[in-house]
């Protein structure tokens, strides 16, 4: 029920080009500190902690699928700089 909130702004981060994140993130740590705040389930350290860590790791699954798309377009024009 107290994540709730959070899903809406899980699914924008994760449809959104990885150059436009920056502007979701406060709006993602407001929408935390209120499940903090509010919620007496996620006020321990523990629990907010774990959720905080989700969050970093979906921001790392984001640069790396920005990455690795960097990459792939990077080798292609190598690629085809070496071929003409």
Same mark, same amino acid.
């Given at each position: 029920? !107290?994540?709730?909130? +959070? *899903? ?7 449809? @959104?080009?990885? =150059? ?9 740590? !407001?929408?935390?500190? +209120? *499940? ?7 006020? @321990?350290?523990? =629990? ?14 984001? *640069? ?21």
């Amino acid at each position: 029920m !107290h994540l709730k909130p +959070l *899903v809406k702004h899980f699914d924008v981060l994760e449809n @959104t080009d990885f =150059k436009d994140v920056q502007s979701l993130l406060q709006p993602l740590v !407001h929408c935390v500190a +209120l *499940v903090w705040a509010n919620s007496g389930y996620y006020c @321990t350290s523990n =629990k907010i902690i774990t959720l905080i860590r989700e969050i970093a790791n979906l921001l790392i699954q984001e *640069v790396c699928h920005e990455f690795s798309y960097t990459l792939q377009i990077m080798y292609r024009l190598n690629f085809q700089g070496l071929m003409t």
